[in-house]
């Protein structure tokens, strides 16, 4: 599986979108992205994922760049529940062990 | 909305003994992961289990550790003789439905935090 470059932190303001920008730039024609969060050692929750087309559910929205390299997930109302780490995996669809990296630190500031 | 169960939420065990996660997965999925995460740490991929066989494990996972779906609900994971190093939260996992997308999203319980004296 491909793997991710993701910034390790960034700060967001209660109400404001979080944006989320994630590297993929070795992505294969068959990979997914999929986003999860962890809140404080909980387990890892799913949020979304895509494989061509932007995304959207009621968590978040993700945009996937049309050559794939890159996608940004979107927080569009902040809320201090939002603070968490999140994680990019790249993976293929079918069944497997999710790879995850360091992730990003999201702090939800009030 | 269906989800992954745990139990028990924290188990303290003596260096050596055996101790045993409970992992309920959710009740139409076929295919069941455990992964655990050292504090501080990366969450790292144990096992992952099919059709009542391991499909994949990690180098981690040797000989002190088995998995087993002893009936229809339950997913379990054996630390046969527990080491400090093992001090970690053991988070299950499960995908795919029988029926409906073939997606493998993994929907993840909220672990078992495992401290070995």
């Known amino acids: 599986d491909a793997k991710t470059t993701q910034p390790p932190s960034m700060d967001c303001a209660e109400g404001r979108a979080a944006n989320l920008p994630c590297n993929h730039s070795?992505?294969?024609?068959?990979?997914?992205v999929y986003w999860y969060r962890q809140i404080h050692s909980q387990g890892p929750q799913y949020i979304i994922h895509?494989?061509?087309n932007n995304e959207t559910n009621e968590m978040a929205s993700l945009i996937i760049t049309e050559d794939r390299k890159s996608s940004t997930l979107i927080l569009p109302h902040a809320t201090l529940r939002d603070t968490a780490v999140y994680y990019c995996?790249?993976?293929?669809?079918?069944?497997?062990?999710?790879?995850f990296g360091a992730g990003t630190q999201v702090v939800v500031t009030p | 909305e269906p989800e992954v169960t745990q139990t028990p939420s924290h188990q303290v065990t003596q260096m050596g003994q055996e101790v045993i996660l409970r992992c309920v997965p959710i009740?139409?999925?076929?295919?069941f992961y455990w992964y655990r995460q050292i504090l501080g740490q990366k969450v790292e991929f144990l096992v992952s289990?099919?059709?009542?066989?391991?499909?994949?494990k990690s180098e981690i996972f040797d000989d002190q550790f088995s998995v087993e779906r002893p009936d229809g609900s339950n997913f379990t994971l054996k630390i046969r003789s527990t080491k400090l190093e093992d001090s970690a939260m053991y988070f299950c996992?499960?995908?795919?439905?029988?029926?409906?997308?073939?997606?493998?999203?993994?929907?993840f319980g909220p672990g078992t935090r495992l401290t070995v004296l």
């Open positions: 996992a499960s995908s795919r439905p029988l029926a409906g997308p073939s997606t493998d999203t993994q929907y």
């Open positions: 070795t992505i294969s024609g068959n990979e997914y």
């Open positions: 895509g494989l061509k």
């Open positions: 995996i790249v993976k293929t669809d079918s069944w497997g062990k999710l790879q």
């Open positions: 009740s139409n999925h076929l295919y």
């Open positions: 289990f099919y059709n009542n066989e391991i499909s994949e």
